[in-house]
């Protein structure tokens, strides 16, 4: 059988592994929620993150549907019934974005390709973490990913704050799959006495001065020293190349920022 000629994303992470593979061609539809690359919001839309316009995908007749999670599994399992493949990838850590991305190129028939663009990444996520070896302080963070309730960080994102630099102080958390578990209290935050808040609140802007406002927060190393930056949820929540490279350039520079005015 050959390799997919026409492929559906229901999920960034994929589309933008495809462009970077230099496949961008098979794709022949996208999520609503697309934005990187940029000219891949000029695809075909037929999704947002948990519904799906089935017979518009079934229209575009593809060999392949990547999607991802749990949360999307009605919507695999309906392009099944129509008689579509379907590959579901439901990774959580910085490994199983590497592993998203070469199963990516297997799939596509061009695993040379995603071996050289894991290499490439891993080499970054190297060379970021010996730099952060030699810094001399290591951070506390509170990274926050939704205000109401309060989310804290998921596993990639508490791996790539580790390899820039900096503690995630809800580390034990970080293994959770599901949001609901992830939910952390004021009290919580406040005990735990973060150097550095980051937000990134998926599909909103980052309302500092809301979270400065919060009862007892005045009391957390971070808001006393105006030490909260927002990194937008397209370069880091998603878990593909973008959080290795743009997230985690952000994250390094955060950290960096923060080395120059101790």
Known sequence: MPPPARIVCLTEETVET???????E???????????????RRKPKVSTFTDAKTDEIVALKPDLVFTFSDIQADIAAN?????????????????????????VGA??????????LCETMQAKINDT??????????????????DDPMISAIGWVSELIEIAGGENVFADLAKEQGAKDR???????????????I??????????????????????????????????????????????????????????DIERSS
């Open 18 to 24: 495809l462009y970077l593979l230099g496949e961008s």
């Open 26 to 40: 098979r794709i022949v539809g996208v999520s609503g929620f697309v934005v990187r690359p940029p000219e891949a």
């Open 79 to 103: 392009l099944i019934r129509e008689g579509i493949e379907v590959h579901a990838f439901n990774h959580r850590t910085v490994e199983g974005i590497f592993d998203m991305m070469r199963t």
């Open 107 to 116: 799939l596509i028939g061009e695993p040379a390709k995603a071996a050289s």
């Open 129 to 146: 973490r010996r730099r952060a070896e030699s810094r001399r302080i290591r951070p506390r963070v509170y990274f926050e990913e939704w």
């Open 183 to 197: 939910i952390v209290s004021a009290e919580q935050v406040i005990s735990a006495q973060p150097d550095i808040i």
């Open 199 to 256: 937000g990134s609140w998926c599909g909103k802007g980052f309302k500092q001065q809301s979270v400065v406002n919060r009862p007892g927060f005045s009391a957390i190393p971070a808001v006393k020293n105006d030490r909260l930056y927002e990194i937008k949820s397209a370069v880091i929540l998603q878990p593909g190349p973008a959080a290795l490279s743009d997230g985690l350039d952000e994250l390094l520079t955060i950290m960096q």
